[in-house]
């Protein structure tokens, strides 16, 4: 009968402990708050690029403007300018914050060697944009074509967009 006693006290024993709350079942049981912290999983969309030509007047070379919509939570954009023909790449500008930049002759010799010679052997330069954050860069724009206005204009620096 001892024997079952003991067996019926440990069992108790066993049924109060687990009831009456310890230190550590506590501390697991409490509840508090946590810092909350805003995560993004998404990246920059690509902006969507334009292209309009303008005409030369008064003395300035015909040139083309680039322009596209503003990216959700973009600072600054990135305009690049690639040669159709070998890939070769230079960027344009940096830290641009308007939505629009005008490429100029004079922007393009100002560019690799190789870029220019595109538009010199009758190629073209495509001209691509990407959105910035301090964290993120996004995926290139869509390219929009840059050749030279005619070939009297071209020398003179005009460009133009390719139709």
Do not use: E
């Not at 049981?29 to 920059?44: G, H, Q």
Request: hydrophobic share 45%.
């Amino acid at each position: 009968m001892s024997r079952r006693l003991a067996i019926v006290a440990l069992a108790a024993a066993l049924a109060l402990a687990l009831t009456v709350p310890t230190a550590a079942a506590a501390a697991w049981r409490a509840t508090t708050s946590a810092p909350v912290f805003s995560l993004s999983t998404s990246a920059l969309a690509a902006p969507v690029t334009t292209c309009t030509s303008k005409p030369a007047v008064l003395g300035v070379s015909s040139y083309a403007q680039i322009s596209w919509s503003p990216v959700t939570d973009a600072t600054s954009y990135t305009v690049t300018a690639t040669n159709s023909a070998n890939g070769a790449n230079q960027v344009v500008a940096t830290g641009v914050t308007a939505t629009t930049i005008d490429v100029t002759g004079s922007v393009l010799t100002s560019l690799l060697s190789s870029v220019v010679r595109a538009l010199l052997d009758g190629g073209s330069v495509v001209i691509t944009v990407t959105a910035v954050t301090r964290n993120w860069t996004s995926p290139p724009s869509n390219g929009q074509p840059i050749v030279l206005s005619s070939v009297v204009g071209g020398l003179l620096g005009g460009v133009k967009c390719q139709s």
